[in-house]
């Protein structure tokens, strides 16, 4: 909010800091002064300073005198009324052109068959004070001829301060007054009550009162109208709307300004009626279905029960709390006018503003909250500059306030302050003063104080509130540093967390390097990886920023090939890269997200080139068996996963790709555990990426996380020797790996204690259709050394197994 | 008899006087096997020395016999020492004659990097988990009643300006989480006190994205419940965690804030790490960072959660990782974090 500097003023008297040196004390309340705006005065430059030369009487008047002054340049000839001028004086000339307070523009005149080459003016007429008891004698040493207002400083400076949303009352001039009183220890200058009136809670004031209604005092616990017959307005005085004006508010008409000018001063919006457009009474109610209301804001708005009007006996005639109607405001040809002093509900305010898209400054304060009590407050103030500023005297309250809430009472320990601030020697008396000013019947107990808030203080709830009054008043800085002493953690770590840290740790140390997406992506991107939404839809943002970025992501791999082409355009040709993140699903039409981690490589491995020719390495559908496999061991994720080749992943390549899968569960449920292989080629068209191939993999980490082998556990070092035999079979180049695999594992020797694959070979010198395959078997017993016999019987096994599932031959 | 004695010392005398000098003449591998032939080979002349002695008195052999012995050792001694300097220097030569230019690049090995939001997350819990404060994660896809109802934010509250949300499509109910605080209420449903935790996650803006804000960011959430814990311990928390993270010189400013799920709230600002507060564009002119927003839980959030407000009490904090980041790496633009130009990665 926009405040004036010199408002705050007349409610601090003694306050001596600049605007600037308020953002200090600001800061530590709280709230924070984001600049200020010096003011430009009343004057233009038009306006300089001027010595009297000589002054006679003018010859055709007694009460003028006839001038002759200088701005060191020429002499100008001045007629002037003024009785305190005397020859060597200093003061203020406005020269013909010149615009002063109230507009007014200076022109050469005839006063009395004398042109006047300008006026010399009061302080008043330059609107830099009140005094208009004579000219403005300007000390003698200011600078001859220059513009008075480079000389003054700024008439006032608006400041633009941050507020909290919790403090409404702090949306007013003397709400932050009263902060920095007591921040700044200051004595508080509330506005002077000058009308007798009292206006109590159950009012029988003076006057015909107006009927109102209010369907509903959940909605609108107070309604107080001030009805004002034959409001004939003085003008809006200059020095208020200076003010209004340095708070960034236009003066529109007298009463209008009034209301704003309260709204500034109070924080208290209240609203101007044309009581004449007024049938009947006014009524307090929601609006009733396809009802409109045309605004201050000149747009027709459909109203709905969830709208709170106030209308007549007919139609609404504003929205309440947010804004008036066109029809019923306060005009020019006005004669006789209501004045609305209300509050409302917090909740249904901002949902009608939110609705409708008005926010208003009185929105803005009845969605935080203002206290029914608040409204005699604001009426009273609104009745006495009535009075005394525009001059309307006759009026007539009706004050509608059907069931007063219980104003809540506050018991505060100091001891209990203190330990919860952790100041332990905190005083009573500093303590009590803080208290004062926010409560009303400050009462003391044993313990420390009674207290009920005062109504402009809604925040105040509990002892925490209280807490925070004393911290931000004390400071903050006053709140002690201590040794920390804290127990040993409490809580085991996330197993989900640890195996995330230790699978980025993997792959940075396998030569990766993490990335980082925003989760979003589109039904293009998508479309371009060959995704079938129909079947597998993505979760869908309700208000996304962007049709661009309306999707939450199913897989990491839009993300990634974003970053494959940012890196591509900089000339970059090979890249290792993973992310960690989440992705999101529907299932069943729910929502789910889950963890999981993708990577993407293209190029060689390492990326620069070297010397050595050899050194560099493309890698293929092995090496990304190979990695998973590293991070499965790594992470002691020892399983036994199903395989499903191809991948059913729709923007994978239809033959080097594969999916593992959990072994739990019916076939047909079996979870996918990680999906691998080469992108399609189309995608990789699709998405621009070059016919370089791209190797994928991603992993779901939340069914990862739940499948868990033990600890490691030691098992004996064998004692005995163990012996290798080499021998390569002949099989069908149909033969998958998979099935020798298998058929060894229904061996399953116990003296076979491992085997690798050598080497296949395909090609010249084998019969057709045949390929080779050369195994290394090592055998050992933990009882004994193996007989050559024992091995070659073993052997003789293994081959008749691979012979009766495989017809796999020993090659010689 | 004393003639063959006498010829029999001559003999050994003269192979123990040339010895020495044919031992040095034997310059390679061959001439010194020859030596060792000809002196203690089965003909050899040492060899031969003490078969003769063999056949002399007993008391010659007593005289004799050590001298003869000691020769032998000796010698076999000295061949054995010049067959290894031999060795060793043939050996020596063969190294010296391999030729290197060592100032040939060697074989690069694929670096890779953790992203800095990772690492600076990192250390962010690090500290937090040397005080003892256990990592809790929750969803991202939240409902209203985690998100804000339960930390004392209901429908219609003006603080949910402050965090403009993404709702997901067809589900009115879920959103984006806008901050790790539902985490607390998790924890806090789940765990009974004494508690502490640290929970790192990604949450969500609906705003556009510009140098310092972007939609998408990392938070660390810190929150710590027991009985009588007070803002002086929120205070020298937060003093310990941004002095590791940052410096001990670190100058640190602790000002109210309002929040709706603490009271009372702060805000913890640091020294500019850019101009050391003298004032510049990054701090705006004010030598101060807005770094991290605190207070003490709200008794409605411990009511919220199951608890009385009376007897449990506690701080909890919220930071952004993206701007420790942003500050200790010194990058200009958030937006640099999620471009992923591997020329930005590889630098952290």
């Known amino acids: ?812 | 008899m004393a003639a063959s004695q006498k010829n029999w010392k001559a003999r050994l005398a003269s192979l123990e006087k040339t010895a020495a000098a044919s031992l040095a003449r034997a310059d390679v591998a061959p001439k010194l096997e020859k030596l060792q032939v000809r002196w203690l080979g089965r003909k050899g002349l040492l060899t031969q020395l003490l078969k003769e002695l063999s056949r002399m008195s007993l008391a010659d052999r007593r005289t004799l016999g050590p001298l003869a012995h000691r020769l032998k050792t000796d010698l076999t001694q000295q061949i054995e020492e010049r067959k290894k300097r031999l060795r060793r220097e043939s050996l020596q030569k063969k190294l010296q004659d391999i030729s290197l230019d060592s100032s040939l690049p060697g074989v690069p090995c694929a670096v890779g990097s953790l992203h800095p939001i990772t690492q600076v997350e990192r250390e962010i819990v690090g500290v937090l988990s040397r005080l003892g404060f256990s990592v809790a994660q929750g969803p991202i896809l939240e409902t209203d009643e985690y998100n804000f109802q339960a930390l004392n934010i209901p429908p219609d509250h003006p603080a949910r300006d402050l965090q403009d949300t993404f709702y997901l499509a067809d589900h009115p109910q879920l959103l984006l989480r806008t901050h790790t605080s539902p985490v607390q209420i998790r924890m806090l449903r789940a765990h009974r006190p004494p508690l502490r935790i640290a929970a790192p996650g990604r949450v969500f803006r609906h705003e556009a994205t510009d140098a310092s804000h972007g939609a998408v960011f990392h938070q660390v959430e810190g929150l710590y419940v027991d009985r009588r814990v007070c803002l002086a311990d929120l205070k020298s928390t937060l003093a310990y965690l941004f002095r590791e993270l940052l410096g001990p010189s670190t100058l640190l400013r602790f000002r109210p804030s309002y929040f709706p799920f603490t009271e009372p709230s702060a805000e913890l600002d640091v020294g500019c790490l850019l101009c050391g507060g003298q004032g510049c564009s990054v701090c705006k002119k004010s030598g101060w960072l807005e770094m991290l927003g605190a207070g003490m839980v709200h008794p409605k959030v411990f009511e919220q959660a199951g608890y009385s407000g009376s007897e449990w009490s506690g701080f909890a904090f919220g930071m952004s990782v993206e701007r420790l980041a942003m500050l200790k790496l010194r990058i200009p633009d958030i937006r640099l974090l999620y471009e992923n130009d591997m020329r930005f990665l590889e630098q952290f």
């Open chain 1, 1 to 812: 909010m926009r405040f004036s500097y010199l408002w705050l003023k007349e409610f601090l008297p003694e306050l001596s800091q600049t605007p600037e040196e308020l953002a200090e004390p600001l800061l530590w309340l709280g709230f924070e002064l984001s600049h200020t705006i010096p003011q430009r005065p009343d004057h233009d430059s038009q306006v300089i300073v001027a010595q009297i030369e000589a002054v006679e009487k003018h010859p055709q008047a007694d009460r003028l005198s006839l001038c002759r002054v200088t701005d060191g340049q020429r002499s100008y000839s001045i007629v002037c009324g003024a009785e305190n001028l005397s020859v060597g004086q200093k003061v203020p000339l406005a020269r013909i052109g010149a615009k002063i307070a109230q507009n007014r523009k200076i022109e050469k005149v005839k006063i009395r068959g004398i042109f006047s080459e300008g006026m010399l003016c009061s302080g008043k007429e330059l609107a830099h004070n009140e005094d208009s008891s004579g000219i403005w004698i300007l000390p003698s040493d200011t600078p001859l001829g220059s513009p008075l207002e480079r000389l003054l400083p700024p008439p006032d400076t608006a400041l633009e301060v941050e507020i909290p949303p919790n403090r409404p009352d702090c949306l007013s001039h003397l709400g932050l007054a009263r902060e920095l009183a007591v921040k700044l220890r200051l004595r508080l200058q509330l506005p002077e009550a000058k009308d007798p009136i009292l206006i109590r809670e159950a009012p029988n004031p003076p006057g015909t009162p107006f009927p109102v209604e209010i369907e509903n005092s959940s909605d609108c616990p107070r309604y107080l109208a001030i009805a004002l017959p034959q409001a004939i307005p003085r003008a809006f005085p200059d020095g208020m709307r200076r003010r209004l004006e340095t708070c960034g508010l236009r003066s529109i008409h007298p009463i209008v300004d009034l209301t704003q000018y309260v709204l500034l001063e109070l924080g208290h919006p209240t609203h101007a009626f044309d009581l004449d457009c007024i049938q009947e009474k006014i009524v307090v109610r929601r609006a009733a279905p396809h009802e409109t209301l045309k605004a201050l804001d000149g747009q027709l708005h459909r109203l709905s029960p969830e709208c709170l009007v106030i209308a007549d006996a007919r139609r609404p005639l504003a929205l309440a709390g947010i804004l008036g109607g066109e029809d019923s405001g306060v005009a020019e040809k006005t004669r006789n006018v209501l004045l609305e002093c209300a509050t409302f509900r917090p909740s249904l305010i901002r949902r009608t503003a939110k609705s409708l898209r008005l926010q208003t400054q009185a929105s803005l304060r009845f969605e935080k909250g203002i206290a029914p009590e608040n409204v005699s407050w604001a009426a009273r103030r609104l009745i006495d500059l009535l009075t005394q500023e525009i001059g309307i005297r006759e009026r007539a309250i009706t004050d509608r306030y059907p069931a007063p809430p219980a104003r809540p009472v506050l018991e505060i320990s100091l001891e209990a302050l203190g330990q919860r601030l952790g100041l332990p020697e905190l005083a009573r008396e500093e303590t009590e003063r803080i208290l004062k000013p926010c409560s009303e019947n400050l009462e003391k107990t044993t313990e420390g104080w009674r207290l009920t808030p005062i109504p402009q203080r809604p925040d105040l709830q509990g002892p925490w509130s209280i807490e925070q009054e004393l911290a931000r008043h004390l400071g903050y800085d006053r709140i002690p540093e201590r040794e920390l002493c804290y127990a040993p953690s409490i809580l085991p770590e996330p197993p989900a967390f640890s195996l995330e840290q230790d699978l980025k740790d993997l792959l940075q140390h396998l030569g990766w390097t993490e990335v980082c997406n925003y989760d979003f992506t589109n039904e293009r991107e998508l479309g371009n990886l060959r995704w079938d939404l129909e079947a597998s839809p993505a979760v869908r943002l309700a208000n996304p920023l962007s049709s661009e970025v309306s999707l939450l992501r199913p897989t990491h791999l839009p993300g990634l090939l974003r970053n494959v082409q940012t890196n591509l355009r900089q000339g970059r040709e090979a890249l290792q890269i993973f992310e960690v993140g989440t992705t999101y699903h529907l299932q069943k039409n729910n929502p789910s997200e889950t963890r999981s981690l993708a990577a993407i490589c293209r190029g060689e491995i390492p990326s620069k080139s070297h010397w050595q020719k050899s050194k560099a390495h493309s890698p293929d559908f092995f090496d990304l068996k190979g990695w998973i496999e590293k991070l499965l061991i790594e992470t002691r994720k020892k399983l036994s996963l199903h395989r499903r080749s191809p991948s059913t992943l729709c923007f994978l390549h239809p033959v080097l790709s594969e999916d593992r899968l959990t072994p739990q569960g019916p076939e047909l449920n079996k979870e996918v555990l990680v999906s691998f292989g080469q992108i399609h080629p189309l995608v990789c068209e699709a998405w621009g990426l070059g016919q370089t191939p791209l190797w994928f993999l991603e992993l779901d980490l939340d069914r990862l996380t739940h499948t868990c082998a033990g600890p490691p556990r030691y098992r004996p070092l064998a004692k005995y020797p163990a012996s290798q035999r080499d021998f390569s079979v002949l099989v069908s180049k149909e033969h998958t790996w998979s099935l020798a695999l298998e058929a060894l594992q229904t061996l399953s020797h116990p003296l076979i204690r491992q085997m690798e694959l050598l080497d296949v070979f395909e090609g010249v010198g084998l019969p057709r259709g045949r390929k080779s395959w050369t195994m290394r078997f090592t055998f050992a017993s933990p009882e004994k050394t193996l007989q050559e016999q024992e091995i070659l019987e073993i052997q003789a096994q293994i081959l008749k197994v691979l012979e009766n599932r495989l017809g796999a031959v020993l090659r010689s």
